[in-house]
């Protein structure tokens, strides 16, 4: 996403520093090429965890795009943007591990289709008195994340019902009045698109082998996990091969049901990352010198830090890193680490997963410069914290016709204050 650096500038002066910065024409167009290769006949829904700003949530029920909520204001949120509730058709789905606060009462008042992944939410909603239809997230025991704490498949990852626990599960559901009307995997996305595709193919097969045991099933869900190229956007892996693959992996389960089979995915990522920009202001440039304990560098000192982008501290992610002089003048590239005001040392946003610096070769910023950190739209506000009683970075959006509005303001004091109670229990 290419915003010009005058933009930059006005937005950063009217709004403050550090902001998120949303562009809907870039949107838009993930949002239709996932609808390019759902078109025959796939459901794509939208991992709203990944980004749940209102707007986002406006643009996917637009293009009906239908929702993946994880927690009972998840699903709140959905339906405030004008998704509905109810199960004809599914349009949310809350897929989770552990009913939590308001996460069953939701389920149960709004009719949204309970897509468990543990015997024991299939035990909780029986006891509230639900007799209705289920999905199952099974954990395949395959699949990849883009590091380990984000594997969702596999023997050490905490999602799903193991699939050989499936039958036995699903056996107790059906006894307790509950109809699978659903499975459904999430293998993650690892760095690499073929192995996405394998997997997905593979996933497919495994379900199709298991359909003559649910003779209730309407839908299969193979999960998200497109993978979005950080480190080149331009050179993202074109989707179109999904479309073939995903047609095949209906065919492969409508054939092995004898019916037809509502084939899903839930991509988060894809739809969102290449969407936002996180802007922040550059506040001093410092330095370290080389002795005995290693090497020394040199620190752009910014507004933002892990309150706002937490991947990089948490994954190591890479995260592209623009600097847009205040004076627009050239500068001699240099290797920088960037890091923030958090009162953390790996408030860093240049380092990878073994906590180590790695110093970006960057046009050497200078102090009111500003510091465009890109790819952040998903998992990117989402995220953000009030770690240090910072309060969140406000949300810009910028339209097709250049127009801006404001889609969150900064939070202030008074909101971080406000669930402060002094009650007697
Ligand atoms: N469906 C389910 C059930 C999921 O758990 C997830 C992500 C998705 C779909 C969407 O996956 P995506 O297409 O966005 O890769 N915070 C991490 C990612 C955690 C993913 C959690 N589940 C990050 O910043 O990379």
């Given at each position: 996403?290419?915003?010009?650096?005058?933009?930059?500038?006005?937005?950063?002066?009217?709004?403050?520093?550090?902001?998120?910065?949303?562009?809907?024409?870039t949107i838009r167009e993930r949002i239709s090429e996932i609808r390019e290769v759902t078109a025959d006949?796939?459901?794509?829904?939208?991992?709203?965890?990944?980004?749940?700003?209102?707007?986002?949530?406006?643009?996917?029920?637009?293009?009906?795009?239908?929702?993946?909520?994880?927690?009972?204001?998840?699903?709140?949120?959905?339906?405030?943007?004008?998704?509905?509730?109810?199960?004809?058709?599914?349009?949310?789905?809350?897929?989770?591990?552990?009913?939590?606060?308001?996460?069953?009462?939701?389920?149960?008042?709004?009719?949204?289709?309970?897509?468990?992944?543990?015997?024991?939410?299939?035990?909780?909603?029986?006891?509230?008195?639900?007799?209705?239809?289920?999905?199952?997230?099974?954990?395949?025991?395959?699949?990849?994340?883009?590091?380990n704490s984000c594997d969702t498949g596999g023997p050490s990852s905490k999602h799903g019902i193991w699939?050989?626990?499936?039958?036995?599960?699903?056996?107790?559901?059906?006894?307790?009045?509950?109809?699978?009307?659903?499975?459904?995997?999430?293998?993650?996305?690892?760095?690499?698109?073929?192995?996405?595709?394998?997997?997905?193919?593979?996933?497919?097969?495994?379900?199709?082998?298991?359909?003559?045991?649910?003779?209730?099933?309407?839908?299969?869900?193979?999960?998200?996990?497109?993978?979005?190229?950080?480190?080149?956007?331009?050179?993202?892996?074109?989707?179109?091969?999904?479309?073939?693959?995903?047609?095949?992996?209906?065919?492969?389960?409508?054939?092995?049901?004898?019916?037809?089979?509502?084939?899903?995915?839930?991509?988060?990522?894809?739809?969102?990352?290449?969407?936002?920009?996180?802007?922040?202001?550059?506040?001093?440039?410092?330095?370290?010198?080389?002795?005995?304990?290693?090497?020394?560098?040199?620190?752009?000192?910014?507004?933002?830090?892990?309150?706002?982008?937490?991947?990089?501290?948490?994954?190591?992610?890479?995260?592209?890193?623009?600097?847009?002089?205040?004076?627009?003048?050239?500068?001699?590239?240099?290797?920088?680490?960037?890091?923030?005001?958090?009162?953390?040392?790996?408030?860093?946003?240049?380092?990878?997963?073994?906590?180590?610096?790695?110093?970006?070769?960057?046009?050497?910023?200078?102090?009111?410069?500003?510091?465009?950190?890109?790819?952040?739209?998903?998992?990117?506000?989402?995220?953000?914290?009030?770690?240090?009683?910072?309060?969140?970075?406000?949300?810009?959006?910028?339209?097709?016709?250049?127009?801006?509005?404001?889609?969150?303001?900064?939070?202030?004091?008074?909101?971080?204050?406000?669930?402060?109670?002094?009650?007697?229990?």
């Amino acid at each position: 996403m290419h915003i010009e650096s005058d933009l930059l500038r006005s937005l950063a002066e009217k709004v403050g520093t550090p902001f998120w910065l949303y562009s809907a024409p870039t949107i838009r167009e993930r949002i239709s090429e996932i609808r390019e290769v759902t078109a025959d006949g796939v459901q794509a829904r939208f991992a709203m965890k990944s980004c749940p700003a209102t707007r986002v949530l406006e643009e996917m029920q637009k293009a009906g795009i239908w929702i993946d909520a994880v927690s009972g204001n998840e699903v709140l949120r959905a339906m405030h943007a004008g998704h509905p509730g109810g199960q004809q058709p599914p349009v949310i789905l809350y897929t989770s591990d552990v009913f939590r606060d308001n996460g069953l009462p939701v389920v149960l008042e709004q009719g949204i289709l309970p897509n468990v992944g543990s015997a024991g939410m299939l035990a909780d909603l029986a006891a509230a008195g639900y007799r209705g239809d289920v999905s199952i997230r099974v954990n395949p025991g395959f699949g990849h994340g883009h590091v380990n704490s984000c594997d969702t498949g596999g023997p050490s990852s905490k999602h799903g019902i193991w699939l050989e626990q499936l039958g036995e599960v699903a056996a107790k559901a059906e006894a307790a009045g509950l109809r699978v009307v659903m499975l459904h995997a999430h293998i993650g996305s690892g760095p690499r698109f073929e192995e996405l595709c394998e997997n997905l193919e593979r996933l497919a097969g495994e379900f199709a082998a298991l359909l003559p045991q649910f003779p209730h099933l309407q839908g299969v869900s193979l999960g998200g996990g497109i993978p979005h190229n950080y480190r080149q956007a331009d050179a993202q892996i074109p989707l179109a091969p999904l479309r073939e693959l995903f047609a095949r992996c209906r065919e492969t389960l409508c054939r092995a049901a004898g019916r037809p089979i509502r084939v899903e995915i839930e991509p988060g990522r894809y739809f969102v990352a290449s969407g936002c920009v996180l802007v922040a202001r550059v506040a001093d440039v410092k330095t370290t010198s080389t002795n005995e304990k290693g090497q020394g560098a040199t620190f752009a000192m910014v507004d933002a830090g892990f309150v706002d982008l937490v991947r990089p501290a948490m994954y190591g992610s890479y995260h592209r890193i623009e600097v847009v002089a205040q004076d627009g003048g050239e500068r001699a590239v240099g290797p920088i680490v960037v890091a923030g005001p958090l009162c953390e040392s790996g408030d860093v946003f240049t380092r990878d997963d073994a906590e180590l610096l790695v110093p970006r070769d960057l046009p050497q910023p200078v102090a009111g410069d500003l510091l465009v950190l890109h790819d952040a739209g998903a998992y990117g506000y989402a995220m953000s914290s009030n770690y240090n009683s910072i309060g969140r970075a406000p949300q810009v959006w910028l339209e097709a016709d250049g127009s801006t509005s404001l889609i969150s303001r900064r939070e202030t004091l008074e909101d971080l204050l406000r669930a402060e109670v002094n009650e007697a229990i």
